[in-house]
C-alpha cells in the first residue's frame, strides 16, 4: 500500500496588532501552550512555541494536509480569542494582518529550535524589525515595504 510521506519544518512568525507589547511574561506561557495546542489540534506537530511581548514564533512540522494560511488563520483567531476570554489585556487583543514562513531542513531543526527558545536574549540586541527585515533577506524574499507589519 502507498501512503505521502513528508518532512516539511516551517518557522511562523506574526506580530501584535500596533506591534504594542501586550504579551505579558505572566501569562505568555500560558499563550504558548495553548497555540502548541491548537497546532497539535489541528493534527500538524509543535516544536516550540515562544516569543517576545509584541510578537510570536511558532517551529512546527507541518504535513502537506494542511495550508499554512489555515493553520496560522486558526492559530490567531483562537488565540484572540483566548486572551480575550481571560480578560489579559484591558482592552479586545488581536494580531496583526499577515505572518513570514521559512522553512528549514531536518538539520537546522537544533538550531532554529534553540533560536526560539532564546527570543528574549535575542532581542536585548536586536529589535523585532531587523530580526524580521534580516529574516525576509536571508532567505531572500521579494518584498514591498509597505505590507510589512506596523512598526513602532
Known sequence: MSG??????IQVVFAVKG??????????DDLHQYMAGIVRGKEQKSIIVNG???????FIGLRPSM?????VRDVKNNSSNF??????????????????SFSYGHSQIESVYNYILNQEA???KKT?????????????????????????
Open 4 to 9: 505521502t510521506f513528508s518532512q516539511v519544518y
Open 19 to 28: 506591534r504594542e507589547n501586550l504579551i505579558a511574561k505572566t501569562w505568555k
Open 52 to 58: 517576545a511581548a509584541d510578537h510570536v514564533h511558532l
Open 67 to 71: 495550508a499554512i494560511s489555515d493553520l
Open 83 to 100: 486572551i480575550n476570554s481571560k480578560k489579559f489585556v484591558p482592552s479586545k487583543f488581536s494580531w496583526q494582518e499577515g505572518y513570514g
Open 122 to 124: 535575542h532581542h536585548q
Open 128 to 152: 523585532f524589525k531587523e530580526e524580521y527585515l534580516g529574516m525576509l533577506k536571508k532567505f531572500e524574499i521579494e518584498y514591498n515595504e509597505k505590507y510589512l507589519f506596523e512598526w513602532i
